[in-house]
């Protein structure tokens, strides 16, 4: 059993490229979230879905977009990255909502962009 | 807006130690979570809080759960080179209920 597997683990990316990070989960889990963690921020809510095909803003949404096709996988994209996006990012997943189940963490990844 | 605040943000403790961290919440919760992180690793959920008053044990850790739901605390007793991490809270925001992190405590053990 995998749990939620985050791809890439690392990446350096050029200030204006875009990337896509993947997430994917195997414990038919309804609910998808994408965080990014900064030294002394703690975690912070970027985007997340309560489904198959719904998609939501979080807490710090601008410069990123996200897509759900599939319940197993959440996309999220930098379309023209900024060195203020050079953090890690965890991807994590619950059984349901309204905060009552506890999360599933990815492994992250450490985006740098120079 | 809803805030989580953990206090301290560090702590250095001699193995064997005991260990506390303290998390207030803005406003009531319906249930306080906890987390471990691993240096370098990934947020570990551990155990979640949901009634007032409520203390749970895993082990050499007690987590208790304030009687106003406003407050929680993470206890360790003995403290071991395994307890490195970076310990935190997080409870349901009052917009969908989607989790909010404390800034978390970062506890160091020394051998």
């Known amino acids: 059993n995998a749990g939620v597997t985050q791809t890439p683990k690392f990446r350096v990316l050029k200030t204006g490229q875009s990337m896509t990070l993947l997430c994917a989960q195997d414990?038919?889990?309804?609910?998808m979230y994408w965080y990014r963690q900064d030294p002394g921020m703690g975690l912070r809510l970027i985007h997340y879905?309560?489904?198959?095909?719904?998609?939501a803003k979080g807490e710090v949404p601008d410069g990123y977009n996200v897509s759900r096709l599939k319940k197993q996988n959440f996309l999220l994209g930098l379309e023209s990255a900024a060195p203020s996006q050079t953090s890690v990012y965890f991807c994590?997943?619950?059984?349901?909502?309204?905060?009552?189940?506890?999360?599933?963490f990815g492994s992250g990844t450490r985006l740098t962009v120079v | 807006g809803q805030q989580v605040m953990q206090i301290p943000q560090y702590q250095h403790v001699q193995e064997g130690e005991d260990f506390t961290t303290y998390c207030n919440s803005s406003?009531?919760?319906?249930?306080i979570q906890w987390y471990k992180q691993r240096p370098g690793g990934h947020p570990v959920f551990l155990i979640q809080?949901?009634?007032?008053?409520e203390v749970k044990k895993q082990k050499r850790l007690t987590f208790q759960f304030g009687e106003a739901k406003k407050n929680s605390s993470l206890h360790i007793t003995a403290t071991q080179t395994t307890d490195v991490g970076t310990y935190f809270c997080?409870?349901?925001?009052?917009?969908?209920?989607?989790?909010?992190f404390g800034q978390g405590t970062e506890l160091s053990v020394k051998p």
């Open positions: 414990m038919n889990h309804e609910y």
């Open positions: 879905s309560v489904g198959e095909g719904t998609t």
């Open positions: 406003t009531t919760l319906s249930n």
């Open positions: 809080l949901v009634k007032s008053g």
């Open positions: 997080a409870g349901p925001n009052n917009q969908g209920g989607k989790l909010i």
């Open positions: 994590a997943s619950s059984y349901g909502g309204q905060g009552n189940y506890g999360y599933t």
